[in-house]
């Protein structure tokens, strides 16, 4: 099955059904990355993946999506990883070095591999902002990681 990308107002016609895709999964604010989940699964399905190129792994916390990103980019069967996670502001710094950690290590995975491995981490202020993110009224930011992911695996 083919997908269509568009990308502007520019249409193309794409084959993924031989791409596999790992998705990395944060467990922590469960609810909001499963919806994220759910976002980018149904969009790569859209895009002609199958189900069985699809292949999940948790991790415990957006900080670990780095090593998780890396382990499975370093996979020679997967095309692209897309890595999951919400990390919300908190009272002290942890939410800083969170965030600085897990973008730096989800681009060094990438260039250290030479494979897309997509930044899907939302860094809100609080839970509100989250679930506007992941299917609220300001759509859902699994879904545009899935494409990213599309738009670099034909580049
Ligand atoms: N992980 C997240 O994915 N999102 C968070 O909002 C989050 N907040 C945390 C706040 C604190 C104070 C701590 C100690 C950890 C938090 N983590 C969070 C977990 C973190 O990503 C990681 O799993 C742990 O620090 C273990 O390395």
Redesign the pocket.
């Known amino acids: 099955m083919a997908g269509i990308l568009t990308s502007g107002k520019v249409k193309t016609k794409i084959n993924l059904s031989k791409k596999r895709v790992a998705i990395v999964v944060?467990e922590?604010?469960e609810d909001i990355t499963e919806a994220l989940y759910e976002g980018a699964v149904s969009s790569l399905r859209e895009h002609g993946l199958k189900s069985q190129n699809i292949i999940r792994k948790n991790v415990?916390?957006?900080?670990?999506l780095s090593l998780g990103g890396l382990w499975m980019a370093q996979d020679k069967t997967i095309d692209a990883v897309i890595c999951l996670?919400?990390?919300?502001q908190?009272d002290?710094p942890?939410f800083d070095y969170?965030c600085q950690a897990v973008a730096y290590g989800v681009t060094e995975a990438g260039l250290k591999t030479g494979k897309p491995v997509i930044f899907g981490v939302l860094t809100t202020l609080n839970k509100k902002q989250a679930l506007e993110r992941a299917g609220g009224k300001l759509g859902n930011k699994g879904e545009e990681a899935a494409i990213t992911a599309i738009k670099m695996m034909v580049f």
């Open positions: 944060a922590w604010n415990p916390g957006s900080f670990e996670g919400c990390v919300i908190g002290t942890h969170i």
